[in-house]
């Protein structure tokens, strides 16, 4: 059964730093492509980075680069988003999804939720004051 649990969320002052933790559980970690995607409220969920179960290869959506970095550590079967210079409009849910078939492109998709197989429960991210 795979399993996936997002950690790390809570609230930052904007211009902060947060890095949110994806632990993976189920299935063969490395066969898989794993990514991150939020969700804030009234907005539809959009892809963040990607990262290919093989090699590393990684993938960012356009307005993503630069402040997000998504790594991944296969020992641990763990993902990681480090975030940094973090500003209001970062607010969302955030959540860590896998797929096995999917490429890496599959990051950057409309209504993801319908492509992409397995998600966590999405850890709350509040930048704020």
């Known amino acids: 059964q795979v399993q996936l649990v997002e950690s790390g969320g809570g609230l930052v002052q904007p211009g902060g730093s947060m890095r949110l933790s994806c632990a993976t559980s189920?299935?063969?970690?490395?066969?898989?492509?794993i990514g991150w995607f939020r969700q804030a409220p009234g907005k539809e969920r959009e892809g963040i980075s990607c990262i290919e179960s093989y090699d590393d290869r990684t993938y960012y959506a356009d307005s993503m680069k630069g402040r997000f970095t998504i790594s991944r550590d296969n020992a641990k079967n763990m993902v990681y988003l480090q975030m940094i210079n973090l500003k209001p409009e970062d607010t969302a849910v955030y959540y860590c999804?896998?797929?096995?078939?999917?490429?890496?492109?599959?990051?950057?998709?409309?209504?993801?939720?319908?492509?992409?197989?397995?998600w966590g429960q999405g850890t709350q991210v509040t930048v704020s004051p």
């Open positions: 189920g299935f063969r970690f490395d066969d898989y492509v």
């Open positions: 999804a896998t797929d096995r078939n999917l490429a890496l492109e599959a990051c950057d998709t409309a209504y993801p939720e319908r492509l992409w197989d397995y």
